[in-house]
Antibody, heavy 120, light 109 residues
């Protein structure tokens, strides 16, 4: 059973950088799957942020692309998200998830989510 | 960009009733559509993939159908624990991007 766990600061200052890590257990990050980040502002719907393959290949949401960087650390079986120049609009629960590498890419395992609040 | 529109926004039904949720895509997504259930305070959980395949451990009362632009999630006989928001999701290959519907909130009377 694959399990994912997000970690990182719960409070970040405006104009700063949000940094989160997702630890993967019960499976290898080097498997033939993609690894994604999804966020959910309080009381709102889901927004895809981006995905990364173990090779380092990435796809980002066009609306966030200029501010997002994702990376993989195969030695630690984890992947990470950095979001720069953050504002209050980036306050959300951030989820990491596994994306099955099939034609119909879907997210079959999710972390529990971590709330990141942007405030001074 | 493919936009997914879900209806209704809210559905209020009693235990044992049948629930029918809809998801419409702004252009064809073939059968490449997934459904998720998000209970209060929890992460989303995959219910259905490829429009009609139940994910591992999902009860048989959940079923999906459709192709092209119109999709349906049916819960044949509601249980109290089905209280949740349900989202549909698709992914385009170019540009590579996922999109989610805005969600349908299912209330159990």
């Amino acid at each position: 059973q694959v399990q994912l766990q997000e970690s990182g600061p719960g409070l970040v200052k405006p104009s700063g950088t949000l940094s989160l890590t997702c630890g993967v257990s019960g499976g290898s990050i080097s498997s033939t799957n993609f690894w994604s980040w999804v966020r959910q502002p309080p009381g709102k719907g889901l927004e895809w942020i981006g995905e990364i393959y173990h090779s380092g290949s990435t796809n980002y949401n066009p609306s966030l692309k200029s501010r997002v960087t994702m990376s993989v650390d195969k030695s630690k079986n984890q992947f990470s998200l950095k979001l720069r120049s953050i504002t209050a609009a980036d306050t959300a629960v951030y989820y990491c998830a596994r994306a099955r590498n099939v034609a119909a890419r879907f997210l079959d395992y999710w972390g529990q989510g971590t709330l990141v609040t942007v405030s001074s | 960009e493919i936009v997914l529109t879900q209806s209704p926004a809210t559905l209020s039904l009693s235990p044992g009733e049948r629930a029918t949720l809809f998801c419409r895509a702004s252009q064809s997504v073939s059968s490449y559509l997934a459904w998720y259930q998000q209970k209060p305070g929890q992460a989303p959980r995959l219910l259905i993939y490829d429009a009609s395949n139940r994910a591992t451990g999902i009860p048989a009362r959940f079923s999906g159908s459709g192709s092209g632009t119109d999709f349906t999630l049916t819960i044949s006989s509601l249980e109290p624990e089905d209280l949740a928001v349900y989202y549909c999701q698709q992914r385009t290959n170019w540009p590579p991007a996922y999109s989610f519907g805005q969600g349908t909130k299912l209330e159990i009377k």
